[in-house]
């Protein structure tokens, strides 16, 4: 069928993976039991604290911590820079707050968890009650219409404020013509100047600004800094960002909001469509880290094997976290390896999951292809229009309450879309069926055949899955907590024609009109978290265990084995990757001499990682060569399977260990350091360090850099992969056989290649931020990233002189994983924001980003034989396949229940060394393959909130139907036109979608 598998069993699937929320729900219920937190329950919590000359801010900092509450109050209205000390052992929060507050004259008020701080009456100095002053009232209310307790109300230019009750409500003496500013952390600040004393409705708006200042990726340290503050490059994409992109998919929506940020979509290039290759700072797949709530995620158990971005290298599948179940994204950019281990040499992508405990949205999208492309290089075939890879996402988010404090929230997802297609007409000197063009055009018609056949464009791809996030204080010290998902995807991916002309790979008594493979493929993951974190006595701790998996099981339909002749099978199992990871971590982090200068932050941990990878063989027929194997190809056409020689389950073990500081030594200067010591079981030790610091120079401007040395251990999948019976095609359709053999194999010995090394970074980095006024903030930063040793799959080495390899029965040629080069990525980076309100009701916002990056190779390595391996193409991919720079402008205008988007996105251009020129050059300077332009898109969107709940958005992606440049010289029988190894940003042209959220 069409969706692979029947609504009635996806109907079953999906009802059993909404019982594993309720299953989580009963078993933390079983700890305890729910019910609404009570004030004098809150208040009867045990507190100790010890403070001694400390700002009263950062005193009820740690009693939120010691007490688990959150403190709601105005700055100026507490005069929370007032310096307290006192020493309380074992004492009720009731106790606490009255020892601390009376002396102050403040009065508190506890409204669930939060305790609202307010001025006792008559502790108004300097502000008697005049005659002609009167009594405003009214109710703040934010964005949904509640009540907001806590926020602060000043009168302007005076010492006189309050804060709003538990109810939301107000009352405060002013005069007439008086301006009362409403402000709360979170929330942008609103003016409005007293007219009459009738009671007041004011509604807050959340700034989108402010989201960012929580975040602390980067830091292990409970510090939060803006953006400016920070002494490395972030970028925040928050929930309502990445749920209003219009994007498909979650690597799509961040490329286009994080300039160093690229996920590159294929058509037909082995497993490259199964996920897009993301990257950082120009650098591979492999050479950024991903986390989930501060987590290190697994890698794929794949890799891509054919010319092109990412050829050979092991990223993660960031597209199987639904985004409705982020809270928000965070993108380091900067080298991090001292911190967080291995492969963060780019930077760390952290994907914050959802911890609300109430409330919950649904989100329906569906999109459409609608686009004219021109698919012919010499114009002789019009261009039609084409509407094609229809989408279909439904996904549910909600939380719940866990008990009397905890929370559980989760998330289902289920998506489909029927791909699309990009690829120009069989055309091949060959013919179709016979070389004779008019005898072929005879056969082609009498046999009713379609020469656009080929599928290159997108996969057609059918996911669904469970994400849960869930969290239960198991006192005032101590939280349990636990996160996880489980995806499944069903993807299927086209294949090149074989024309009944090759010989090669024709069986005419099976397929006498030729036949097109289909490479289906289904992809499981899944990853488990659970652990304790809490503070007992003054040090915050977090112990963890994570378990998880990515496997794919690999098929091939549609197709032959060619040396198997009339024998053959038209269905074949192929075989199987699959890749684990057992985690235990431990952190510790404590802050001495809070709240004042020089203070300091000291943590520490271990990371223990297990593990394993494991490829199983397919169907004999997959990959056996057959008695015909002298003359006909050998393997599962289009997807050959994996041999009982490549078969077998290898394992690793890394311990690493780290010590992080931090510490501001005056108000403007800030310092960090780090050091991680790591050691591999297949590999050895490594030693990676940091240095960080950030300099306030004068308001409004900051200097920040940064100095590390980095590493990336080789992947498993690099390590121990192999196919013997692999075959690729050339650009003019011909089979290349390309046999790859372990980096740990004895024939890899005899080529000088000993295993596989780590590759070592040097990454420096510099750069310059800004706020002006409450509106705008800039940061600027130029870097530089030295990679030695680079781990990349070898040219074709010549091994037919070899004994061994000519004993193994191995054709002219063998591939393996090598450390080959060296280069060196060097770039700037711009982002800038401007966000306000205009009004009551209307908001603007200006995004502004840019990058620009260059890769050069500094050297390339012999093995200890003397064997060249460096490829020279899969360099050039690796200098020149990357976009050069990239440009995002995004303009937002909110005004009452509307909302306009308009962003125009410009990619670099990029260069693929397989595509030839139409003409050679007449500079010898010039390169001798294609190099695609620079090219820029524009999306809009509309926003209609008809109601406070409902939400419907209208986008157009790439309003103008821009495509890539097409090829100079078609390839592959002329059925790619477009470049299938490189791309600026895809090649699906216009993209019509329609997005409906409802909240709950």
């Known amino acids: ?303 891509s094997i054919n010319d092109g971005v990412g050829k050979g290298q092991v990223g993660t599948d960031i597209n199987a976290v639904p985004a409705l179940s982020l809270k928000r994204v965070e993108v380091l950019r900067d080298g991090a390896a001292a911190q967080y281990g291995s492969d963060a040499i780019a930077g760390v992508i952290n994907l914050e999951l959802n911890d609300a405990a109430e409330g919950g949205s649904v989100n329906v999208f569906t999109g459409i292809g609608y686009s004219k492309p021109n698919l012919d290089v010499t114009r002789h075939t019009p261009p039609a229009l084409i509407t094609d890879g229809a989408t279909y996402n439904l996904n549910a988010n909600f939380g719940l309450k866990l008990a009397r404090r905890g929370f559980v929230n989760t998330t289902l997802t289920y998506s489909h879309t029927d791909g699309y297609d990009r690829s120009g007409s069989y055309k091949a000197s060959s013919g179709f069926f016979v070389a004779d063009p008019v005898q072929d055009a ?56 074989r024309a009944p002309s090759n010989t090669r790979r024709s069986v005419l008594s099976i397929f006498p009109n030729g036949y097109n493979p289909e490479a289906p493929a289904n992809l499981l993951d899944y990853s488990l978290t659970a652990g304790i974190k809490g503070k007992p006595g003054n040090w915050n701790s977090d112990f963890s265990l994570s378990q998880s998996m990515n496997q794919v099981d690999w098929y091939a339909n549609n197709t032959v084995n060619p040396s198997l002749g009339d024998q053959s099978p038209t269905s074949f199992y192929v075989g199987q990757t699959r890749i684990t990871q057992s985690l235990f971590n431990a952190d510790i982090a404590r802050t001495f001499r809070q709240g004042s200068y020089p203070n300091f932050n000291l943590g520490a941990g271990t990371e223990i990682r297990y593990e394993t990878y494991r490829l199983r063989s397919g169907d004999p027929s997959s990959y056996e060569a057959g008695p015909l194997r002298q003359t006909k190809d050998v393997g599962s056409s289009g997807r050959e399977g994996f041999s009982d020689r490549a078969a077998g389950q290898w394992g690793r073990t890394n311990v690493g260990v780290y010590v992080e500081g931090e510490s501001d030594l005056t108000r403007k200067l800030l310092v960090g350091a780090a050091v991680r010591f790591e050691n591999y079981s297949d590999f050895g030790s490594n030693l990676s360090y940091k240095l960080n610091s950030r300099y306030k120079i004068a308001e409004p401007f900051a200097v920040r850099a940064s100095f590390s040395r980095g590493f990336r251990a080789p992947s498993m999948t690099q390590t121990y992969y192999s196919n013997y019976i692999n075959i690729s095609f050339d650009n003019n359709n011909n089979s290349i056989i ?175 060394p397989l595509a030839t020129l139409a003409q050679k050059p007449t500079d010898i300077n010039a390169p001798t393959y294609q190099v695609f332009g620079a090219k820029t898109l524009f999306d809009a969107s509309v926003t209609f909130r008809p109601t406070r709940k409902l939400s419907i958005i209208g986008m157009a992606n790439n309003i103008f139907d821009v495509y890539p440049s097409l090829l100079q010289v078609p390839q592959t029988a002329n059925e790619v036109v477009f470049s299938r190894r490189t791309n600026q940003f895809g090649m699906q042209g216009r993209f019509l979608n329609l997005t409906v959220n409802y909240a709950f």
């Not at 057609?460 to 939280?479: D, E």
């Not at 002006?772 to 002189?801: C, E, P, W």
């Open 1 to 303: 069928m069409h969706f692979f598998i029947t609504r009635h069993s996806l109907l079953l699937k999906l009802m059993k993976l909404s019982c594993a929320p309720l299953l989580v729900t009963l078993l933390f219920s079983g700890l305890t039991y729910a019910t609404e937190i009570r004030a004098q329950e809150v208040l009867d919590r045990t507190v100790t604290l010890q403070c001694y000359n400390q700002q009263l801010e950062r005193v009820l900092a740690q009693l939120e911590t010691l007490a688990q509450v959150k403190f709601v109050f105005s700055s100026r209205l507490i005069q929370s820079n007032r310096l307290v000390t006192f020493s309380i052992r074992q004492e009720p929060l009731s106790n606490v707050l009255n020892q601390l507050l009376q002396p102050l004259q403040l009065s508190y008020e506890v409204s669930g968890n939060k305790i609202i701080l307010n001025r006792s009456t008559g502790a108004h100095p300097n502000a008697p009650r005049l005659a002609s002053m009167e009594t405003m009232t009214g109710k703040v209310l934010d964005e949904r219409g509640e009540a907001m307790p806590g926020v602060s109300i000043v009168i302007k230019g005076t010492q006189r404020g309050t804060v709003t009750s538990p109810e939301g409500l107000f009352s405060i003496d002013a005069n007439m013509g008086e301006t009362l500013i409403f402000s709360y952390i979170g929330y942008s600040s609103r003016e409005l100047v007293i007219e009459s004393f009738t009671p007041l409705t004011i509604g807050m708006k959340q700034s989108e600004a402010s989201l960012s200042e929580v975040v602390v990726v980067g830091s292990r340290f409970a510090q939060p800094r803006t953006d400016v503050d920070r002494p490395v490059a972030i970028d925040v994409i928050n929930a309502k960002e990445l749920q209003t992109s219009g994007q498909v998919d979650l690597g799509q929506a961040i490329t286009f909001a994080a300039p160093s940020f690229n996920a590159v979509k294929f058509g037909i290039n082995d497993a490259a469509p199964f996920v897009d290759p993301a990257t950082l700072r120009g650098l591979g797949p492999d050479q950024v880290l991903v986390l989930v709530n501060n987590k290190r995620r697994h890698k794929v158990s794949f890799l």
């Open 442 to 497: 005879l056969l082609v018609k009498q046999n009713n055949i379609d020469l656009k056949q080929a599928v290159l464009g997108s996969a057609r791809n059918t996911t669904y899955g469970l994400f849960i996030n869930a969290g239960l204080p198991l006192n005032n010290n101590w939280q349990l907590y636990g996160f996880g998902g489980y995806t499944h995807k069903h993807v299927v991916t086209g294949v090149f024609t």
């Open 738 to 912: 390309n046999p790859i053999i372990p980096a740990s194999s004895v024939l890899a010995q005899k080529l000088g290649v000993d295993g596989l090394k780590q590759e070592i970074s040097w990454d420096y980095s510099a750069g310059i931020t800004s706020k002006i006024g409450q509106h705008f903030t800039l940061t600027a930063d130029l870097y530089q990233i030295d990679v030695n040793n680079r781990i990349m799959l070898s040219g074709n080495i010549n091994v037919s002189k070899i004994t061994q390899f000519v004993a193994a029965g191995f054709p002219q040629s063998a591939n393996v994983f090598v450390n080959a080069i060296d280069t060196r990525t060097r770039g700037f980076e711009l982002v800038t924001t401007y966000n306000r309100l205009l009004g009551v009701k209307s908001k603007l916002g200006i995004n502004l980003a840019y990058s620009s990056m260059n890769t050069t190779l500094r050297a390339t390595r012999k093995t200890s034989t003397g064997v060249e391996v460096a490829d020279q193409v899969a360099t050039l991919y690796i200098t020149e396949g990357l976009p050069k720079g990239k440009f995002i402008g995004t303009l937002s205008y909110d005004f009452g229940k509307i909302g306009l988007m308009l962003r125009g996105s410009r990619f670099g251009q990029v260069s693929d």
